[in-house]
């Protein structure tokens, strides 16, 4: 046994010829073969479970329970650890509204009533452009039905293509015979209804629609029933004449014909056309002579000599 003996595990070394220990270098570990290296210790102690002599154990710690990088920066002095972020608020759900906020059968309802009034427009649109669209193969099939749906609400008074656009000036004009407070009856002279309305528009910002356009549209719907010799075509010429009596007897009421307490007996209405002169440019020629279109006379029912008092005093 020798220095190295160390319990039950030292090192056993023959011993020479005369039990001494073997002659070596002088310095231990000075050759490869004469002790083990510092890595075959480590080797070695690792073997055995022995530690380094000298060194503290340190207990090892399981890979899951190891410190990660993100602890040991946060428990690295001087570090502060990040604000937790803020709460998102919540968001507030919109409230319904409008057709959704009703209940499934009021929804329903609704649904069909948009539907029905999408397709009447539909329809409608429709009709008023077949109306005022040129000749063509459905207006010849369809056309009772077509004007069945456009009069007299709905009726337009101009076209999509108006290839000769009007170049007259057309005056309506009306006369009558009234019977006076004596009883006696008189003829007036011819009313021209035609430049009372034009005079009632100049200078005026805002006419009225019945100033601009009712006794113009109520002559359109007579001629565009009658002939040229005044005789009613299709079922809506008595409706015209009807219409256009009813207005000029309103008007000469207006007018005061036949003075103070006449009553209007009977109209007869006439037109007067002039063409529009060409520009000085122009080449064209057109004549300047009037033309005199003069309706038979009517005789005015009571409804409408009532009717237009009404009206008169009402105004």
Same mark, same amino acid.
């Given at each position: 046994?020798?220095?190295?003996?160390?319990?039950?595990?030292?090192? !056993?070394?023959?011993?020479?010829?005369?039990?001494?220990?073997?002659?070596?270098?002088?310095?231990?570990?000075?050759?490869?073969?004469?002790?083990?290296?510092?890595?075959?210790?480590?080797?070695?102690?690792?073997?055995?479970?022995?530690?380094?002599?000298?060194?503290?154990?340190?207990?090892?710690?399981?890979?899951?329970?190891?410190?990660?990088?993100?602890?040991?920066?946060?428990?690295?002095?001087?570090?502060?650890?990040?604000?937790?972020?803020?709460?998102?608020?919540?968001?507030? *759900?919109?409230?319904?509204?409008?057709?959704? %906020?009703?209940?499934?059968?009021?929804?329903?309802?609704?649904?069909?009533?948009?539907?029905? *009034?999408?397709?009447?427009?539909?329809? !409608?649109?429709?009709?008023?452009?077949? !109306?005022?669209?040129?000749?063509?193969?459905?207006?010849?099939?369809?056309?009772?039905?077509?004007?069945?749906?456009?009069?007299?609400?709905?009726?337009?008074?101009?076209?999509?293509?108006?290839?000769?656009?009007?170049?007259?000036?057309?005056?309506?004009?009306?006369?009558?015979?009234?019977?006076?407070?004596?009883?006696?009856?008189?003829?007036?002279?011819?009313?021209?209804?035609?430049?009372?309305?034009?005079?009632?528009?100049?200078?005026?910002?805002?006419?009225?629609?019945?100033?601009?356009?009712?006794?113009? &549209?109520?002559?359109?719907?007579?001629?565009?029933?009658?002939?040229?010799?005044?005789?009613?075509?299709?079922?809506?010429?008595?409706? %015209?004449? &009807?219409?256009?009596?009813?207005?000029?007897?309103?008007?000469?009421? &207006?007018?005061?014909?036949?003075?103070?307490?006449? *009553?209007?007996?009977?109209?007869?209405?006439?037109?007067?056309?002039?063409?529009?002169?060409?520009?000085?440019?122009?080449?064209?020629?057109?004549?300047?002579?009037?033309?005199? &279109?003069?309706?038979?006379?009517?005789?005015?029912?009571?409804?409408?000599?009532?009717?237009?008092?009404?009206?008169?005093?009402?105004?």
């Amino acid at each position: 046994m020798d220095v190295y003996d160390e319990g039950s595990k030292a090192r !056993h070394l023959p011993d020479g010829p005369d039990g001494s220990l073997p002659e070596g270098p002088a310095s231990t570990g000075s050759t490869p073969d004469s002790a083990p290296s510092a890595y075959q210790e480590s080797i070695g102690q690792e073997s055995t479970g022995q530690e380094p002599s000298g060194q503290e154990s340190v207990p090892q710690q399981p890979a899951s329970q190891a410190p990660t990088a993100q602890t040991l920066t946060a428990q690295a002095p001087g570090h502060q650890a990040p604000a937790a972020d803020p709460p998102v608020p919540a968001v507030p *759900v919109p409230a319904l509204t409008g057709i959704a %906020s009703l209940p499934l059968r009021s929804q329903v309802v609704a649904a069909l009533a948009l539907a029905v *009034v999408a397709v009447v427009a539909c329809v !409608h649109l429709g009709m008023v452009f077949l !109306h005022v669209a040129p000749s063509n193969t459905v207006t010849k099939q369809h056309g009772r039905a077509i004007d069945d749906w456009i009069y007299p609400e709905f009726e337009q008074n101009w076209k999509l293509f108006a290839p000769n656009p009007l170049q007259q000036n057309i005056d309506v004009q009306v006369r009558a015979q009234v019977r006076g407070a004596d009883g006696g009856i008189t003829e007036t002279g011819w009313y021209d209804l035609s430049a009372l309305d034009g005079a009632a528009i100049d200078g005026n910002l805002l006419p009225s629609h019945t100033q601009q356009n009712e006794l113009r &549209r109520a002559w359109d719907f007579y001629t565009g029933t009658h002939d040229n010799e005044n005789r009613p075509v299709g079922l809506r010429g008595d409706l %015209s004449q &009807r219409y256009l009596r009813r207005i000029v007897v309103l008007r000469l009421d &207006r007018e005061g014909a036949g003075g103070k307490g006449a *009553v209007v007996e009977s109209v007869q209405v006439r037109s007067r056309t002039t063409n529009v002169p060409p520009p000085k440019w122009s080449e064209e020629q057109v004549s300047d002579t009037p033309v005199l &279109r003069e309706l038979p006379w009517w005789t005015v029912p009571e409804e409408d000599v009532t009717d237009a008092r009404t009206e008169a005093s009402a105004g």
